[in-house]
């Protein structure tokens, strides 16, 4: 099992209040898969995430990441994964290097290993130009691609996107997806939110989550298959109707 | 582990280096509030504006309105001719104290029972009281110059005043501004640096890394403590070499109590945090519930023993206070560790106290 799959997810859920965000929920990520989490706005893909990240316990239900037990392995959880949250967390006030030096400092880079690293996702997110620049001074679409150089300096076997293209250019969002796709390839699993569905047709697989239930898992093509559908917008719309209607 | 708190400790350097607000609060705040409460804040009243209104027109008053206004206490601003002079005086702040003799002083002065009369303007309470004071002693030094052998006073007193022999408010505020400028820069200064985190949500973005709680504390707090503690040794080598404040105790004890003050001070900054969604938010509190009551409830400004019994319950809990009792019997008796022991045991309780229950709260925040 934690061979093949990278993230195993039973029962899970989580409560505020009154309020069920995420409702037994169970699926798994197979390793090196681009998963992606659709849904609207408050339909708890966030909360989900929040939880396989060790940042929200789960109210109930069991989740590993890696083969690591989130409840009691978080400290391990940690070391393997990568997370960047929809509000790109960067220090505006540092650097493009003195963002990188730092994420890589915390997770425990230096030396030569920190400059290898360094080199590696300057080369591969096409940063160079930006290097000494203040963070709050790049383009949207840079810092998008600076927070996922941070995110992935220390080579994580699981990588964790939280809407990650929100508030970018399509042009931007495109050359994005390049990079998750050269990721993936690398052998990373990468855990995707979104709320654009041509992003969801990039994904090798896709959860359709409505009201803080999985309502559908599958390939895109599976899926446009098994609703007869022509695109995956299609098949989110009428489902969630049907949800509704249900 | 050292990486990662020295990572942080490195970033939050930059921080403060590229953020104007916390350089003014570091560097310049101390540096003003220094000059301003040691050349202009000075509880000495010099100089009382005085003026006279001379009834007697005799040799015996200009001799006493002299020997008053000779001295540096007291300074003739006018001679009034009439009382009605005297409210325009007063209402134009020209004086602070009328001095009237009336026309009997001479013959008075003889027959051994002259009275003179003083009018105060006491718009500002404290001054007014003061002029009163300068008024008797001067009154009283006069009458003994005049006949030294016929008044003897069955009880003098003479006074001699330690550690301050000119009185001179310097030695009193210096120590206390240490304790201010520490307490905001540990308290306010980290409490808006992680409501910043959280606000730009860096602070989650570390959490998901495997550093400690424990290690984003030391990492982020302390330069903190590097730079209050730099500012507390700044403040008393410009006082010493300004204002000839002397240091007279253990400069290595003054240290080891002002890393006990500091903490406390960061457990409270920390607490802020915890609450305070927003950096106004943390501000407005971390302004409210550590300098206010460092200014006005330590003994800094005002005697505990002068505030009203309710302030003084509180001001139990003022770790300012402890801190204050601490650093002016180091600076200004030379005190040791036994002559210190009740208040630094306060601040070592408040600070375990404040420092559990912070990184506890700090802990459940994520």
């Keep these: 099992m934690t061979e093949e799959y990278s993230i195993v997810v039973e029962q899970l859920c989580r409560r505020f209040g009154d309020f069920t965000a995420v409702d037994h929920i169970s699926f798994s990520v197979k390793r090196g898969e681009i998963f992606g989490f659709l849904g609207a706005n408050g339909a708890g893909k966030t909360t989900t995430i929040r939880m396989l990240c060790g940042l929200l316990l789960p109210t109930s239900g069991h989740a590993s990441v890696a083969g690591l037990d989130i409840l009691t392995q978080s400290e391990a959880v940690k070391q393997v994964i990568g997370y960047m949250s929809q509000k790109f967390s960067l220090y505006e006030d540092l650097t493009v290097a003195e963002n990188l030096e730092f994420y890589a400092g915390i997770y425990g880079l230096r030396g030569a290993a920190f400059r290898r690293e360094r080199q590696r996702v300057i080369e591969m997110m096409g940063l160079a130009g930006f290097i000494d620049k203040l963070t709050r001074d790049l383009p949207t679409g840079w810092k998008q691609r600076l927070a996922l150089s941070c995110a992935v300096m220390h080579h994580p076997q699981v990588l964790f996107l939280d809407e990650p293209t929100s508030g970018v250019d399509p042009i931007a969002r495109r050359q994005f997806w390049n990079l998750i796709y050269s990721l993936a390839a690398g052998g990373q699993t990468i855990f995707v939110t979104t709320h654009y569905m041509d992003e969801a047709e990039y994904c090798n697989r896709l959860s359709i989550m409505h009201a803080g239930k999985i309502i559908a898992v599958g390939s895109p093509s599976e899926l446009k298959r098994r609703y007869r559908k022509s695109t995956v917008e299609q098949v989110f719309i009428g489902l969630v109707k049907a949800g509704e209607a249900a | 582990m050292k990486q990662r708190v020295i990572a942080l400790m490195r970033k939050e350097f930059i ?69 009605e002079e005297i409210e325009p005086l007063f209402l134009e702040r020209r004086a602070r104290a009328v001095l009237i003799i009336p026309r009997s002083f001479a013959q008075d002065l003889v027959a051994g029972s002259a009275q003179v009369q003083a009018v105060i303007d006491a718009a500002d309470a404290s001054t007014a009281v003061v002029a009163v004071n300068y008024l008797r002693s001067g009154l009283l030094q006069h009458s003994l110059t005049l006949n030294e052998a016929a008044f003897r006073p069955p009880m003098r007193i003479e006074p001699r005043v330690w550690y301050n022999p000119d009185l001179k408010s310097t030695f009193f505020i210096v120590p206390g501004l240490i304790a201010v400028i520490m307490m905001m820069i540990c308290a306010l200064l980290t409490s808006v640096t992680i409501a910043r985190e959280r606000e730009t949500g860096t602070m989650e973005q570390i959490f998901v890394s495997p550093v400690h709680p424990w290690e984003i504390i030391i990492g982020k707090m302390s330069p903190y403590v590097i730079l209050a503690l730099l500012d507390g040794l700044g403040i008393l080598l410009f006082a010493r070499l300004v204002f000839k404040v002397p240091f007279r105790g253990s400069s290595l004890l003054f240290l080891a109590l002002s890393i006990i003050f500091v903490v406390a001070s960061l457990s409270i900054g920390l607490m802020i945090s915890t609450r305070a969604k927003t950096q106004q938010a943390a501000m407005m509190i971390a302004l409210l519930s550590t300098l206010m009551p460092s200014l006005l409830l330590s003994g800094f400004l005002y005697p505990i023993a002068s505030l009203p019994k309710l302030l003084r319950v509180i001001s139990v809990v003022v770790p300012a206070k402890y801190f204050l009792i601490i650093d002016r019997g180091i600076i200004l008796k030379g005190a040791g560790m036994s002559q210190l022991l009740e208040p630094t045991l306060f601040l070592t309780l408040f600070s375990l106290v404040l420092m559990g229950i912070s990184i506890k709260t700090f802990k459940m925040h994520f």
Excluded: C
Excluded at chain 2, 20 to 28: E, K, T
Excluded at chain 2, 38 to 44: E, H, I, L, Q, R
Excluded at chain 2, 65 to 80: D, I, P, Q
């Design chain 2, 15 to 83: 921080h403060i280096i590229r953020d104007l607000r916390s350089l003014a609060i570091i560097f310049l705040l101390p540096i003003l509030m220094v000059i301003i409460y040691g050349y202009a804040v000075t509880f000495d009243v010099k100089e009382i504006r005085l003026a006279v209104l001379d009834e007697s027109r005799s040799l015996e008053s200009r001799r006493l309105s002299e020997s008053l206004t000779a001295s540096r206490y007291f300074l003739l601003v006018a001679r009034l001719q009439s009382r």
